[in-house]
């Protein structure tokens, strides 16, 4: 996958520049193109971003116009704190957008939510933020988020997300969270199809859909059995599906294009030790492809496994302390941009946190992951 940086600044040059005109000192452009650099290469706060543009001063001198030196970390902080976050996460869903290629299956979207903890601040009684994000499964990228208004939650934040995506072609996934009505019918007025989990939140529709499983099993179809293990470990996952229940949906008519209810029971053996859990699903796809269903299920995880744990171990995200103004959300967008041009290159077989020491230390591979040339 090619990413050039002409796409990036063609995309993220439409931001509105929140400093007086006496203040611009330096471009916003090559703040921002300095941030992605140092971001990529292991800077995860505006000091380092800071000591990052310093040291390879020479470097950006080559690339960009830098006639007062490198920003200092003040002038990085305070402009990132006034930026619009809500312009900011559009410019980089059109950015993605571009990234996106079409597969053979439609793609699974999860979309999920994440606490930035080290925002949070004791002394002005400030809430830790919450940003909703958009994972591809297909195209292991990041490819939106929201953050969550103050003193709201997540299900504010969803629609506004949906929104900018494109969801022709695609599954979207969400925990018991995101299982409104309103939000099943905006999938499906955006043309895409929904999997939503299913817990007490719901509570006549979860109670319906768990009796349905537990008592009325003749009517049950038991699609796909799955075997997984290795380390000890022993998995079996069972997936039950129905699709003919005319008086459930009428029961449930608030629910745009219910098809079928599914049921995912995984069965786990860990050392001899053995737990059983069962979750469940309702969707506006049919039970014809049980196996897909499953992978639909399992799908939803790699928002956690290559999203959220990514960010955590290879970014350190939940010790950052960005907290003024816009920053901390700001700076979460960053680091999405860092990780999918991370994840974009494939010729080093190596994790995200090892890509991001060697760009670090190579010029030329900071260059390839940008896209960019020093004759551009």
């Known amino acids: 996958m090619s990413v050039s940086t002409t796409s990036i600044h063609r995309h993220f040059s439409s931001?509105?520049?929140?400093?007086?005109?006496?203040?611009k000192r330096h471009l916003l452009s090559d703040i921002f193109f300095i941030t992605i650099c140092a971001s990529i290469c292991g800077a995860d706060n505006w000091v380092?971003?800071?000591?990052?543009?310093?040291?390879?001063?020479?470097?950006?001198?080559?690339?960009?116009?830098?006639?007062?030196?490198?920003?200092?970390?003040d002038t990085?902080?305070?402009?990132?704190?006034?930026?619009?976050?809500?312009?900011?996460?559009?410019?980089?869903?059109?950015?993605?957008?571009?990234?996106?290629?079409?597969g053979?299956?439609?793609?699974?979207?999860?979309?999920?939510?994440?606490?930035?903890?080290?925002s949070i601040d004791s002394t002005s009684k400030k809430a830790a933020i919450y940003m909703v994000g958009a994972w591809s499964e297909q195209n292991n990228l990041v490819i939106g988020q929201e953050k969550v208004a103050d003193k709201s939650n997540e299900i504010t934040a969803i629609p506004k997300l949906l929104e900018r995506l494109c969801l022709n072609n695609a599954v979207v996934t969400m925990d018991?969270?995101?299982?409104?009505?309103?939000?099943?019918?905006q999938i499906i007025n955006q043309d895409g199809e929904y999997f939503l989990s299913l817990k007490g939140n719901q509570g006549?529709?979860?109670e319906d859909v768990k009796y349905f499983f537990e008592e009325e099993k003749e009517h049950v179809e038991i699609g796909c059995i799955?075997?997984?293990?290795?380390?000890?470990?022993?998995?079996?996952?069972?997936?039950?599906?129905?699709?003919?229940?005319?008086?459930?949906?009428?029961?449930?008519?608030?629910?745009?294009?219910?098809?079928?209810?599914?049921?995912?029971?995984?069965?786990?053996?860990?050392?001899?030790?053995?737990?059983?859990?069962?979750?469940?699903?309702?969707?506006?796809?049919?039970?014809?492809?049980?196996?897909?269903?499953?992978?639909?299920?399992?799908?939803?995880?790699?928002?956690?496994?290559?999203?959220?744990?990514?960010?955590?171990?290879?970014?350190?995200?939940d010790s950052q302390r960005q907290r003024v103004g816009n920053s901390a959300a700001n700076f979460a967008i960053i680091r999405h941009i860092?990780?999918?041009?991370?994840k974009a290159d494939t010729s080093k077989k190596v994790g995200i946190k090892t890509k991001r020491l060697r760009a670090g230390w190579d010029d030329k591979y900071l260059l390839k992951l940008l896209g960019h040339s020093r004759k551009c």
């Not at 018991?176 to 019918?185: D, F």
């Not at 860092?338 to 991370?342: E, I, K, P, T, V």
């Open 15 to 23: 931001i509105k520049d929140p400093r007086i005109n006496r203040q």
């Open 48 to 73: 380092s971003v800071a000591e990052f543009a310093e040291a390879k001063q020479e470097w950006f001198t080559e690339i960009l116009d830098l006639k007062y030196g490198t920003p200092s970390h």
């Open 76 to 102: 990085f902080g305070n402009v990132f704190a006034a930026i619009d976050t809500a312009q900011f996460a559009e410019c980089f869903s059109n950015w993605v957008a571009d990234l996106i290629k079409a």
């Open 104 to 118: 053979e299956h439609r793609d699974i979207i999860a979309i999920d939510g994440k606490c930035l903890r080290g």
């Open 176 to 185: 018991a969270m995101g299982c409104q009505t309103k939000v099943a019918e």
């Open 204 to 206: 006549k529709l979860h």
């Open 226 to 317: 799955e075997y997984d293990g290795g380390h000890g470990r022993i998995e079996t996952r069972t997936v039950r599906t129905l699709s003919n229940m005319d008086w459930f949906k009428t029961e449930h008519s608030r629910w745009k294009n219910l098809r079928s209810i599914v049921a995912v029971t995984g069965k786990r053996e860990i050392n001899g030790v053995i737990t059983e859990d069962t979750r469940y699903f309702i969707t506006s796809l049919d039970s014809s492809d049980p196996r897909r269903l499953a992978q639909i299920a399992r799908g939803h995880w790699g928002i956690e496994n290559k999203l959220h744990w990514v960010l955590d171990l290879a970014f350190d995200e």
């Open 338 to 342: 860092s990780l999918n041009l991370l």
